[in-house]
């Protein structure tokens, strides 16, 4: 898949594109993590953060896509769209994953960390954008619920 964003999707780029983009943008970059920000069960934004000492803040805002919408097509042929923010910082990984946060990418040499593959990251997001436990595969209206009831899930997700 190509990281260029066509001009004719200026208004929304693809989760996929968007995070790959992004990944393409630096140098080294010691984990991306993806904040799902929800009213009740629906997601209203997303914030992608950047930890990368080649960031020039502890908050680098960044325009990287001329769009102004995320999308993702869900399991069910759904398409979901909310407005995104990208931030970059150089302030030191380790945000803990859940129902409203899931870590995309990784580093391999980020200590307390087992890696994870950009691939993987986008993998887990889409499960729970599309509602589904990425540890259980149970599908849930509620992921912040089905983890309060699931300590397994919860618990799997913090590693």
Same mark, same amino acid.
């Given at each position: 898949?190509?990281? $260029?964003? $066509?001009?004719?999707? +200026?208004? %929304?780029?693809?989760? +996929? *594109?968007?995070?790959? !983009?992004?990944?393409?943008?630096?140098?080294?970059?010691?984990?991306?993590? @993806?904040? &799902?920000?929800? *009213?009740?069960?629906e997601? *209203?934004?997303?914030?992608?953060?950047?930890?990368?000492? %080649?960031? %020039?803040?502890?908050e680098?805002?960044?325009?990287?896509?001329p769009?102004?919408?995320?999308?993702? *097509?869900?399991?069910?042929?759904?398409?979901?769209?909310?407005?995104? #923010?990208?931030?970059a910082?150089?302030? /030191?990984?380790? &945000?803990?994953?859940?129902?409203?946060? !899931? !870590? @995309?990418?990784?580093?391999?040499?980020?200590?307390?960390?087992?890696?994870?593959?950009?691939?993987? /990251?986008?993998?887990?997001?889409?499960?729970?954008?599309? /509602?589904?436990?990425?540890? =259980?595969? %149970?599908? #849930?209206?509620?992921?912040?619920? &089905?983890? &309060?009831?699931?300590?397994? =899930?919860? +618990?799997?997700?913090? $590693?």
């Amino acid at each position: 898949m190509s990281n $260029k964003i $066509k001009p004719e999707e +200026e208004d %929304e780029v693809s989760l +996929e *594109t968007l995070v790959e !983009t992004v990944y393409a943008e630096f140098d080294y970059i010691a984990e991306i993590h @993806v904040d &799902h920000l929800q *009213t009740a069960s629906e997601v *209203t934004q997303l914030i992608i953060t950047v930890h990368t000492g %080649e960031a %020039e803040s502890y908050e680098d805002w960044l325009d990287v896509a001329p769009a102004s919408h995320v999308s993702l *097509t869900t399991d069910d042929g759904i398409t979901f769209r909310a407005p995104y #923010s990208v931030l970059a910082s150089f302030s /030191g990984p380790g &945000h803990i994953n859940g129902p409203e946060g !899931t !870590t @995309v990418y990784t580093a391999s040499n980020v200590l307390g960390s087992e890696p994870r593959d950009l691939s993987e /990251g986008l993998r887990i997001l889409q499960q729970k954008l599309n /509602g589904f436990c990425p540890t =259980c595969g %149970e599908s #849930s209206e509620n992921l912040r619920q &089905h983890y &309060h009831d699931q300590r397994k =899930c919860a +618990e799997a997700e913090m $590693k």
